[in-house]
């Protein structure tokens, strides 16, 4: 029987750990939670841009705003992909003026964050852009780099990283390698 060939570098325990420091770390590069934004990239960003806006909550006491943005029609290989299926965006308010921080569960090539600052501006005119990415597996193909970092998993390019959240239907937490066929 062929499958791929998993195996997890990041469980439950450690991806809230790695999500509390996010969240603490954008508090403390923004001195608080004014005027700052969480937008998550479909999917699984906008899960992770609410648990983020949940620790910030719980530390400082204020709701912050989160919402998603779809970045389907913005992306530099959608002739490639067959028939692309939009995702919902919902943008909580006006962004200009507004730090927005956007989220993202795997950083790689750097075509998915370009493509996001590109729809991003369509909503508006924020004061500055910041990514947070819960994983960053290097093979960067454009000058960009995240502000917040999860944790930093050095990767080969036919490996493929997965973020499962039970959110969206995974039995569990976890970020999962997968590569090749086996037998």
Do not use: C, W
């Amino acid at each position: 029987m062929k499958g791929r060939r998993r195996r997890q570098i990041m469980d439950q325990l450690e991806m809230d750990r790695a999500i509390k420091r996010i969240a603490f770390e954008i508090l403390e590069k923004n001195k608080g939670p004014e005027d700052v934004i969480l937008v998550g990239i479909p999917t699984p960003g906008p899960v992770l841009a609410r648990r983020i806006s949940s620790h910030m909550e719980n530390v400082e006491g204020l709701k912050i705003p989160t919402g998603s943005l779809d970045i389907t029609f913005y992306r530099d290989d959608i002739g490639d992909r067959p028939k692309p299926l939009p995702k919902a965006t919902d943008m909580p308010g006006d962004i200009s003026g507004k730090t927005v921080v956007l989220v993202d569960d795997v950083l790689y090539t750097g075509r998915t964050i370009r493509a996001a600052m590109d729809a991003l501006m369509d909503h508006g005119r924020p004061a500055r852009v910041q990514l947070a990415a819960l994983v960053d597996r290097g093979h960067r193909e454009l000058p960009i780099r995240a502000d917040f970092v999860g944790r930093n998993i050095p990767t080969r390019l036919h490996e493929q990283v997965r973020v499962l959240l039970t959110e969206q239907g995974d039995e569990a937490d976890a970020v999962i390698i997968e590569e090749g066929e086996i037998e």
